[in-house]
T-cell receptor
Framework: EAGVAQSPRYKIIEKRQSVAFWCNPI?????LYWYQQILGQGPKLLIQ????????DSQLPKDRFSAERLKGVDSTLKIQPAKLEDSAVYLC??????????????FGPGTRLTVL | DQQVKQNSPSLSVQEGRISILNCDYT??????FLWYKKYPAEGPTFLIS?????DKNEDGRFTVFLNKSAKHLSLHIVPSQPGDSAVYFC?????????????FGKGTHLIIQP
């Protein structure tokens, strides 16, 4: 079974530029998550999708971050414009169900973003 | 305000001995707790979980203990092996609201000494 795929693996941009990250979850997984992991911190949830609907985006800085999952499969996360403090690893995760007992979230390798 | 805390940034243990990683939480709404392991340049991988209605869950060399009254959990690895060297994240979730995103601690870097 293929894991969660993310691209690009690394990205360096100047502040005020735009950037987009792509995620392809494990086949059949209806729930998709984007997390931000700043150096020295644990991952922080940005947004959660169930199929193509948003379940939770309470921690997404909506003035500059946006995410979509139009066909309920792969997803893109965009930052526009980027700030220095957006430098982090962006992790995508997927799981097979929503809610109920704790279900395992499978993480991709992440995209490391550096904003100069 | 950190709701999940791992107060030891690093821990060094001899191969073959027991590794004990600790985690505290503040939000009493959390009803599931999970441990993830992370190697450099890889995403976190799930290790073990425990429901708040239990006080212990065991899976091979890994055991998680939950003390709900103290809002404390710990992960025991026995015996510790070189491949266990990684960063371990404690995570918590509330399953009752539909959204089930995880709240993570900052992680503990476990180093297994030969």
């Amino acid at each position: 079974e293929a894991g969660v795929a993310q691209s690009p693996r690394y990205k360096i941009i100047e502040k005020r530029q735009s950037v987009a990250f792509w995620c392809n979850p494990i086949s059949g997984h209806a729930t998709l998550y984007w997390y931000q992991q700043i150096l020295g911190q644990g991952p922080k949830l940005l947004i959660q999708f169930q199929n193509n609907g948003v379940v939770d985006d309470s921690q997404l800085p909506k003035d500059r971050f946006s995410a979509e999952r139009l066909k309920g499969v792969d997803s893109t996360l965009k930052i526009q414009p980027a700030k220095l403090e957006d430098s982090a690893v962006y992790l995508c995760a997927s799981s097979s169900r929503l809610g109920g007992e704790a279900n395992e979230q499978f993480f991709g390798p992440g995209t490391r973003l550096t904003v100069l | 305000d950190q709701q999940v805390k791992q107060n030891s940034p690093s821990l060094s243990v001899q191969e073959g001995r027991i590794s004990i990683l600790n985690c505290d939480y503040t939000n009493s709404m959390f009803d599931y707790f999970l441990w993830y392991k992370k190697y450099p340049a890889e995403g976190p991988t799930f290790l073990i979980s425990i429901s708040s209605i239990k006080d212990k869950n065991e899976d091979g060399r890994f055991t998680v203990f939950l003390n709900k009254s103290a809002k404390h959990l710990s992960l025991h690895i026995v015996p510790s092996q070189p491949g266990d060297s990684a960063v371990y994240f404690c995570a918590a979730m509330y399953s009752g609201g539909g959204a089930d995103g995880l709240t993570f601690g900052k992680g503990t870097h476990l180093i297994i000494q030969p």
